[in-house]
């Protein structure tokens, strides 16, 4: 339920002095975050491995 989506609750997070009020919600918008400053580096990162294994079974462009 929403309810519980969005419902509070005290979490400790790493050394921080005190518990922030966190909810699944929130986590999953931290999440959603992360991934996404990681999907613009997908491009850059299959082109360096194709180009480390030319040909090899990592070059997605050989069939």
Not at 1 to 17: D, L, M
């Amino acid at each position: 339920p929403t309810e519980a989506y969005t419902r509070k609750a005290p979490v400790s997070f790493g050394a921080a002095p005190a518990p922030f009020d966190t909810s699944a919600a929130d986590i999953m918008g931290w999440m959603i975050g992360h991934y996404r400053e990681h999907v613009a580096q997908i491009a850059d990162l299959v082109a360096a491995w194709q180009k480390e294994e030319p040909g090899g079974v990592h070059d997605a462009s050989v069939s």
